[in-house]
């Protein structure tokens, strides 16, 4: 089974308690939908000793609330058909751009998102520029997407496309807007299911075809 919920911001607590009622297994993978936040700070890795030591895998796209530097230190390898950076065993961050196969679903993920809170955090301590996706990324993203002809089960990104946060009665923020705009281009042309985010805080089903996550959890059979 393959389950899916929104922002944890390293709150290892919060993360189990929405899960109990579901009991994963071992064979089971739980998706956070970006800001996993448990990659914070070299110092202090107790809350993320404590996922490492979940029976379950738990992947993340990220955010834009991670240690993108931190982050980037952990190897790179192919799991499930795409690229992730490898944290433990268990503990998995799948890339920008890449599609992987989980469970015989296909999954197209896409981090990243804008601070709007950015001018109260501390560049490389609490705040990374590569929060925003960069050109290569895009591109790796555009390949993904071409190889496997704009066909997927699931989209699972931070942010959302922008015709989405306008339906949360949000304008898109002008420096999110590259991103949400390539993301309003996907929702357009790819053929899927259902498309997950996190980021904006709220439990809601916002089309058919589109699902903001907090702190709800969802099942994908």
């Excluded at 809350?47 to 980037?72: C, I, R, W």
Aim: glycine share 8%; proline share 4%; charged share 25%.
């Amino acid at each position: 089974m393959i389950y899916i919920t929104g922002d944890t911001h390293g709150a290892y607590n919060d993360l189990v308690n929405r899960l109990a009622p579901y009991s994963p297994s071992p064979s089971d993978t739980v998706i956070v939908a970006g800001d996993f936040g448990f990659i914070w700070s070299p110092a202090d890795t107790r809350s993320l000793e404590q996922v490492k030591a979940l029976p379950y895998t738990v992947a993340f796209v990220d955010g834009n609330h991670e240690n993108f530097d931190m982050l980037g230190t952990f190897p790179v390898e192919e799991w499930h058909g795409g690229n992730i950076h490898r944290i433990s065993d268990n503990v998995i961050h799948l890339m920008r751009g890449q599609l992987f196969e989980i469970e015989g679903k296909t999954i197209f993920a896409m981090g990243g998102a804008y601070s709007v809170d950015k001018m109260m955090r501390k560049e490389g301590r609490s705040w990374w520029r590569a929060e925003l996706p960069s050109d290569e990324e895009y591109r790796t993203a555009a390949a993904t997407l071409e190889k496997c002809g704009y066909k997927m089960d699931c989209i699972i990104t931070h942010t959302l496309p922008s015709s989405a946060i306008i339906r949360l009665v949000q304008q898109p923020d002008i420096h999110d807007m590259e991103l949400t705009g390539f993301l309003e281009w996907l929702y357009r042309k790819a053929e899927f299911k259902m498309w997950f985010g996190g980021h904006f805080h709220e439990d809601r089903q916002i089309t058919d075809d589109i699902c903001e996550l907090y702190e709800s959890v969802r099942e994908i059979e």
